[in-house]
């Protein structure tokens, strides 16, 4: 797990800022391009195991019940490392990832004991009922922002046209963990020359932290509307003696360069709190600000509403040589809470594309330093799809981890289990990772929706979506291409 988790602990992507028109594509300075590897990408396939525990993950039955049903599995899950960040990647927690690879480390390490075991029969779904709701209903009319990071996101949540909101994208983690939230879960605070930069641990997320507008629906919960202006973290903040708090700049919040802040298109001062209610916010002592497990530290919902009426709002931001400088709370004031030294991570550009090189961090001249890809503008228009959820389709239906079950496969009887059960596991599983030649066998990961092929008609199921011409049945993150 350890030898994995590095990458999500490196430094996320993003690129120089463009105030005039979001759509025009920046050049980058070609002096600084840092040592790239590739990144691993969101794996096109997943065993039906895998999948089993990520539909049971988001069912919201809980880990303890999750762990039991791994313990009591009769099947490998091989998980590899692109698997382990996909699964942190959606939101399944480390304690579940580690019992999936110890399970197979118990498993591999048994010894059949009767070789002539009948094999039990082989799985089936459970009858689903039948739902009394109308179908989802579809849109493919974007707006030109979706197109910059409808590829490389859709693999880690839904896209959705929100009645009230407009076209934005809900994080599978979202659906997993229901007391998730932004600038909060998954990532920690790094001093950056740009202001306060919010490290994510997710895979995706050198976008929605960087770019864009969180708002907290009363429905759905947290959603992520898309902008192409980049700033090392979109947060308001709030003090108040020992304690800091901050939370997402809601959607139509918009700062100019040189004017300030604008909300709904009326110009604000730096004491405006954009409406952001108590439970927006995420506040921590000032000695764990700088802390990775933030989520953990976190005041709960009674103390931060006793702190918040107490607090003072914070909006110091800038513009630096055409890029948003996010200051927040002093750095000395961190600096002291702590009794550490907060160091000052440099950010340059690179010419990389967002989702094709590793977060790096290195030492530039003793200074740490996060390289950040260009966005480009997209050359072409892709086919994009959002479902519409509105009063008669008022639930975010995210896209189904679906996978191809094999036909019978012939399994063993494994040793008896400390609580005495017998355990059957898969021929073909443990034959997986064998030496010698064996047939490959496609699995669908992830199945996502297509746009209508004209307009007024709902596009296709995004379950029942026939696979691409490439035969691979799932949409992957890919480069933005350049113009």
Known sequence: MKNTMWMGLLAATTLPLNFTKAQDSVTTAPDAPPPMTAIASAPTNIPPAIADVIRLAESGVGDDVVLAYIQNSQALFNLGADDVLYLRDVGVSSVVITAMLNHDTTLRNQTPENSNSVPPAPFQESPQPVSQEEPPVYSSTPPPEVNYFYNNLSPYGAWVDLAGVGWCWQPRTALINHGWQPYCDGGHWLNSDCGWYWQSDYSWGWAPFHYGRWQMHNRCG??????????????????????????????HAVFDAGFGWRFNGVRTGQNFDFGLRPDCFTFVPFRDFTHRDLDHRRLTATEVTRVYSHTTVINNFAANNRTIVNRGVPAERVSAATHTQVRTVAIRDSSATPGSTTRTRVLENGTPVIYRPQLHKPSTQINVVAQKVDERHPVIQHSTIASVRNAPMQTFTAPRSPIGSSQSVPRSEIERRSPGPRQSVPRTYLQTPQASPSPGRPANNPVNTPAPA???GTLLPRAVPQQ
Do not use: I
């Open 222 to 251: 947290w959603v992520w509307v898309p902008d192409t202006v980049w700033a090392p973290s979109w947060v308001v903040w709030r003090t108040s003696g020992d304690y800091c708090g901050w939370a997402p700049v809601p959607p």
């Open 470 to 472: 490439d035969g691979r």
